[in-house]
């Protein structure tokens, strides 16, 4: 490329990642948070047609970490470019993916839209990490069709399934905070039938 493109292109992404003016600006003269933003502009120099971030924001403090994400999701819908985002943090995950693929050990547990992971985990792995933590364990201890009615902890929870169990079938079941709530009181309005 000629001299004047490349520095059209060097002015364009140093203004698109915060940075104009500091073409000339020592490596010593900047923050965590602006070195972070110089590599993306060098990164983003070439046009590559995908980027892989390897964990890229972990070694930063919180602030700086939230701040980053949101500019590389900004800079990432300005220039589009496809990215490949690994990283062991669920936010970082659901703010910056389009799509998501949980891997532990080497396989894939589920993969999808970030909204289909939350609604629809598939693996108590998946509901781990998108931080499900009200877990029933329990035995099968009914079932008509697809209801069905586990004993959990002394607690019977009825749940709609298609999925064929046993009595005493041992389950595990993950629920949504959003979705609990609790009384003391025992009568029909506050009995809820979940889909699972």
Not at 38 to 63: C, G, W, Y
Request: aromatic letters at 8%; a positive charge.
């Amino acid at each position: 490329k000629s001299k004047k493109e490349i520095e059209n292109r060097v002015n364009f992404l140093l203004k698109t990642v915060g940075l104009a003016g500091y073409q000339n600006r020592k490596i010593q003269m900047l923050s965590g948070g602006e070195k972070q933003r110089i590599a993306l502009a060098r990164t983003l120099a070439p046009e590559p047609d995908l980027i892989l971030f390897d964990e890229p924001l972990s070694a930063l403090d919180e602030n700086m970490r939230v701040n980053l994400r949101k500019e590389i999701k900004r800079i990432q819908k300005k220039i589009n470019f496809t990215g490949i985002f690994v990283t062991h943090d669920r936010k970082e995950a659901f703010e910056l993916g389009d799509k998501i693929a949980l891997i532990s050990n080497g396989k894939m547990l589920q993969f999808g839209e970030p909204k289909s992971l939350y609604l629809n985990p598939k693996t108590p792995e998946v509901a781990e990490f998108i931080g499900i933590n009200n877990n029933f364990f329990g035995k099968i201890i009914h079932q008509e069709k697809n209801l069905k009615i586990a004993e959990m902890n002394k607690v019977e929870i009825q749940f709609e399934s298609d999925n064929n169990y046993e009595l005493d079938d041992k389950i595990a079941i993950y629920i949504k905070t959003e979705l609990c709530s609790f009384s003391n009181e025992k009568n029909i309005d506050n009995v809820k039938t979940i889909k699972i």
